[in-house]
């Protein structure tokens, strides 16, 4: 058996889950430079479910679009966060740019979920276990800007 590549993605939308810190790095890659207006993240106690639709940068097509010399694309994916007891945040805007998650705690939880924002801004996520999926829920499109994002 041998691990998935990125390629290997083609133009099916990505599904996937973190159920253990090692997982983490994956999800985090892959919803690097997602932006997202405030109004599409929430919190349902009851459920104890934290949720946002993003617009993700596809970087598991980067390569392949400058080889083939064509826009970038960005697609619209659902991120979704179980077991969350508390959500507290600071700095946040009315657009956002999420740039990295991390965990911290035990593998087996509870622990905290932080995703860092850019411009100092954060959410951090109580969580009694890992559990966060990530789903794609368009067909991609052509990115915007027309430049795949960059950092200093």
């Known amino acids: 058996m041998t691990d998935a590549r ?5 133009e099916a939308p ?5 159920l253990a810190p ?7 890659a892959l919803v690097q430079d997602a932006v997202f207006p405030i109004t599409e993240m929430t ?12 617009n993700r940068f596809r970087w598991e097509d980067r390569e392949a679009a400058d080889r083939e010399r064509r826009a970038y694309e960005r697609v619209q994916a659902l991120l979704t966060v179980e077991t969350v007891t508390a959500v507290r945040s600071s700095g946040t805007d009315t657009i956002l ?4 998650l991390t965990y911290s705690g035990p593998a087996e939880g509870p622990g905290r979920l932080t995703l860092t924002l850019a411009g100092d801004a954060a959410i951090e996520l109580e969580v009694e276990a890992l559990e966060i999926s990530l789903r794609d829920t368009t067909r991609p499109y052509r990115a915007v800007s027309g430049k795949a994002p960059a950092h200093e």
């Open 43 to 54: 919190y349902a106690r009851p459920r104890r479910r934290f949720a946002i639709l993003l």
């Open 14 to 18: 990505l599904r996937l889950m973190a």
């Open 22 to 28: 090692d997982d983490l790095p994956v999800l985090a």
């Open 97 to 100: 740019s999420l740039l990295a």
């Open 6 to 10: 990125f390629e290997d993605g083609d």
